[in-house]
């Protein structure tokens, strides 16, 4: 290869000083391979450019090159509402609705019918369950019948109160729900999802929560 | 190699005022979108980074930050932001000006459809191959840096960058068939 092969793309950029750039220069005139070489490298360079403002013309047109933080947050929405399914599914069967609750048509066995006899007596002045706790829950106690109206009375009174003890709570990373930097390290979220008596989500409520102050706390 | 700075629209000494910033924001905002973009970066991010380093830029003119280099400079800061912004969302700088084929296309008559298709595609195959230095370099060359102002942004010397340029040019060239 040519001892000037090297500073040739140098001397198209003009960043040769005079003197080399002189014998470049005087080099060329009589050597037709490095003469072709700078050709070559000019088409590339103005190929590079063309193709670099073509691409940038057609990012910023387009305007939706690369969303990966929001493919992210799908991505993790879905996963966040399939927890919360699954949770539910899981949660769900456990409900023991209460046989004076049921139509004729589903009344339960006899054997069923002993069991409902043995539950504790309906006490009128208790508040409606709202809130089902996963401990308590298959010895929660249901209204009867006769308090159906009052029941959903109460709850149509009611409307927006949250309740203080969530039947679920679901860790949600930050990162999950807004672009990664939005929030400080370190928080998360907690999902309560409150359960209906017919086993539907009733209410889900997101709680910010310091998970490394947490962490960082039960250290010594 | 030489290792002259670039005249710049506006002269140095007038750096300070409100007004040479904006002209500076005029003359450099198109080439400083331009690399951001090939460096991966979506439109509206771009944007955000060169904003922010414009703005830094006042405030670095305002504190009576010095003056030379200032292209270097603010390609610098607009880089690290970049960079900044790429591994925050867990991205490299392997994949720019890659998935662009259609991008581009969408752009070309349907005349020449056929000849650019190829001439880009085997462009950008021959991009590919390229380091991540060598690709950078010849982005900051095609947004009108100078090497030895390149090699303040990427942290090289002069010396390197030419070299850098001259390889990753001859591979394009020879990937190419030109």
């Not at chain 1, 103005?46 to 910023?60: L, P």
Request: aromatic share 6%; charged share 25%; glycine share 6%.
């Amino acid at each position: 290869m040519c001892e000037f092969a090297g500073k040739l793309m140098a001397w198209l950029d003009d960043e040769l000083p005079a003197g080399d750039a002189a014998a470049v220069k005087r080099h060329l005139e009589d050597c037709p391979e490095c003469r072709g070489r700078v050709e070559a490298y000019r088409e590339v360079c103005s190929a590079f450019d063309g193709y670099c403002d073509s691409y940038c013309e057609a990012v910023v047109a387009s305007g939706s090159h690369r969303r990966l933080p929001r493919r992210i947050i799908t991505v993790s929405g879905a996963l966040a509402v399939a927890a919360a399914a699954a949770a539910i599914f899981l949660f769900a069967p456990r409900t023991r609705v209460h046989p004076s609750l049921l139509p004729a048509a589903q009344a339960p066995s006899p054997a069923g019918a002993d069991v409902a006899k043995a539950l504790p007596p309906v006490h009128s002045a208790e508040p409606a369950a709202a809130v089902i706790k996963p401990d308590s829950r298959i010895e929660r106690r249901k209204p009867a019948q006769h308090e159906k109206p009052m029941l959903a009375q109460r709850q149509g009174e009611e409307t927006g109160w949250l309740p203080s003890e969530p039947a679920f709570e679901i860790a949600i990373p930050a990162d999950a729900i807004f672009p990664p930097g939005a929030l400080p390290e370190g928080v998360g979220f907690t999902a309560d999802v409150t359960i209906a008596p017919d086993g539907s989500a009733q209410q889900v409520r997101l709680r910010p929560q310091l998970t490394e102050f947490e962490r960082r706390s039960t250290r010594p | 190699m030489s290792g002259d700075s670039v005249p710049l629209v506006l002269p140095l000494s007038r750096l300070a005022t409100d007004c040479e910033a904006t002209n500076l924001y005029r003359e450099l905002r198109k080439p400083l979108l331009r690399y951001l973009v090939c460096l991966g970066l979506s439109a509206d991010e771009a944007q955000d980074v060169v904003q922010d380093a414009f703005l830094s830029l006042h405030r670095h003119l305002g504190s009576g930050g010095s003056q030379a280099n200032i292209r270097s400079w603010i390609f610098r800061v607009a880089h690290n932001a970049a960079r900044n912004r790429q591994s925050r969302y867990e991205r490299r700088f392997a994949g720019p000006l890659e998935d662009s084929l259609g991008l581009v296309l969408d752009k070309a008559t349907p005349e020449h459809a056929v000849l650019e298709k190829e001439r880009f595609r085997t462009l950008r195959k021959a991009i590919r191959l390229l380091t991540e230095s060598e690709r950078e370099c010849l982005l900051l060359r095609a947004g009108g840096l100078r090497y030895r102002e390149i090699g303040e942004v990427l942290g090289l010397s002069t010396s390197t960058v030419g070299d850098t340029v001259e390889r990753a040019i001859r591979k394009l060239s020879e990937k190419c068939n030109v």
